[in-house]
């Protein structure tokens, strides 16, 4: 069965500093990779997702992620970092078109002035 | 993408009673899957409810706590039995789509005094 590992609970940085959020996951088949955003008491909102295709996935608000099958990784990015970035932050993976996600225990990015 | 809509937004509970959450969506889909984010926590899978069939739960939730009902491919319900405390969550729906995307509801906010 598949499972993802967010390495680090908690991620503080400076405004204008990069954010690296780290997902691994576990999976015997090529997995569908996602992550998420969810705000203070807000619902989930995708940021982005990789299926097939290009490794480097571009999404909203300046985010991306690579899929690194050899280290089955898919870490989340973003250059510069702005207040409004601090969320909850999920990483979650399927193995089937149409089955359900699994989801990551999450990273709390704080980021301050 | 699809479109849900989740009945009731929130509520506030007697212990040993039971809520019915319903879960609406505005086209026919094959799965649905019903989670609970519990207090500061990530998304855990409690069930997937196929039409026509029943619902296939996950380790530690079972079928006299949270029974489902399926009637058609559009609707669903999930009933929290015999409430405590600790079902104090929000409980999502949620369900995929043809683009390899996944649709969440808005939540319902559930506390058990």
């Known amino acids: 069965a598949q499972s993802v590992t967010q390495l680090g609970s908690h991620v503080s940085v400076s405004e204008g500093a990069l954010v690296l959020l780290r997902c691994n996951y576990s999976s015997s088949v090529p997995p569908y990779l996602f992550w998420y955003v969810q705000y203070p008491n807000q619902g989930l909102q995708l940021l982005l997702k990789y299926t097939t295709g290009a490794t480097l996935v571009k999404g909203i608000n300046g985010f991306e992620a690579e899929f690194k099958k050899s280290e089955t990784s898919f870490h989340l990015t973003k250059p510069s970092a702005h207040m409004s970035d601090a969320a909850e932050y999920f990483c979650a993976v399927s193995d089937q078109v149409g089955t359900a996600l699994i989801f990551g225990k999450g990273t709390t990015l704080s980021v301050s002035s | 993408s699809a479109v849900i809509s989740q009945k009731p937004s929130r509520d506030i509970c007697q212990r040993g009673t039971s809520l019915t959450i319903q879960c609406q969506v505005d086209?026919?889909?094959?799965?649905m899957f019903w989670y609970r984010q519990q207090p500061g926590q990530s998304l855990t899978l409690i069930a997937t409810?196929?039409?026509?069939?029943?619902?296939?739960?996950e380790s530690g939730f079972v079928i006299d706590k949270f029974p489902i009902s399926r009637p058609n491919l559009t609707f669903s319900t999930l009933t929290v039995s015999n409430m405590s405390p600790e079902d104090s969550s929000i409980y999502l729906c949620?369900?995929?789509?043809?683009?390899?995307?996944?649709?969440f509801g808005s939540g319902t906010r559930l506390t058990v005094v």
């Open positions: 409810a196929n039409q026509g069939s029943e619902a296939t739960y």
């Open positions: 086209s026919q889909v094959t799965m």
């Open positions: 949620s369900v995929s789509g043809a683009d390899y995307g996944y649709t």
